[in-house]
């Protein structure tokens, strides 16, 4: 079965740059969640869309900022970037109709700054 | 606000033992999600099992049995007979019905080492 995808598995930035990091979710869900896990953390939320329009905002920061497409794919963009961004990022996605949903989660992307 | 505990950050048994994970969760909505992933070395976070508050049947999976009290506000996962490929780390979450972006909120996660 299809899973999500996510891209790129590792990315290598310098202080300051910007990253961009995309996820693909399974064919047909049409929710998609951001979490980021700073090593030996759990998972924590960062924001989430439905159907395209942010649904929720969990404890981004403002120099991030997402979007999800008409196809349903999505983009976590983030700026002067900082040593503490380092960490394991996953995008989860969903089905859902009007009641919680399992969320399915990518690989992770694991982003390294120097 | 939601909060989920998972007190014993890790645990190491050998193979073959029986294991226990405890969560202990919080809550203020009658309607909510439980769920259990597994993150092994490699990273990825794999979805094990999803309850909802209105079902407190115990489930078995093969060698996984998970216990659900909402008396107690605890959704425990044991491991039977435990193998080394369980060694990796476990996470409770959880999920309110009535949040609009159905957030999981995650416990601290247990790692779980098994011994041959």
């Known amino acids: 079965a299809a899973g999500v995808i996510q891209s790129p598995r590792h990315l290598i930035k310098e202080k300051r740059e910007t990253a961009t990091l995309k996820c693909y979710p399974i064919?047909?869900?049409?929710?998609v969640y951001w979490y980021q896990q700073g090593p030996g953390q759990d998972p924590q939320f960062l924001i989430s869309?439905?159907?395209?329009?942010?649904?929720d905002k969990g404890s981004i920061p403002d120099r991030f900022s997402a979007q999800q497409f008409s196809d349903y794919h999505s983009e976590l963009n983030m700026s002067s970037l900082e040593l503490g961004d380092s960490a394991l990022y996953f995008c989860?996605?969903?089905?859902?109709?009007?009641?919680?949903?399992?969320?399915?989660f990518g690989p992770g992307t694991r982003l390294t700054v120097l | 606000a939601q909060k989920v505990t998972q007190a014993q950050t890790e645990i190491s048994v050998v193979e073959k033992e029986d294991v226990t994970l405890d969560c202990v969760y919080e809550?203020?909505?009658?309607?909510?999600?439980l769920f259990w992933y597994k993150q092994p070395p490699s990273g990825e976070l794999v979805f094990l099992i999803r309850?909802?508050?209105?079902?407190?049947q115990n489930e078995i999976s093969g060698r996984y049995s998970w216990n659900f009290q909402k008396s107690t506000s605890s959704f425990n996962f044991t491991i039977t007979a435990s193998q080394v490929v369980d060694s990796a780390v476990y996470f409770c979450?959880?999920?309110?019905?009535?949040?609009?972006?159905?957030?999981?909120?995650f416990g601290g996660g247990t790692r779980l080492m098994v011994k041959p």
């Open positions: 869309f439905y159907e395209k329009m942010q649904s």
């Open positions: 989860a996605s969903s089905l859902l109709p009007d009641s919680v949903d399992t969320q399915y």
């Open positions: 979450a959880l999920s309110e019905a009535f949040d609009a972006g159905n957030m999981l909120t």
């Open positions: 809550t203020r909505d009658t309607t909510y999600y």
């Open positions: 309850r909802n508050s209105f079902d407190e």
């Open positions: 064919p047909r869900h049409d929710t």
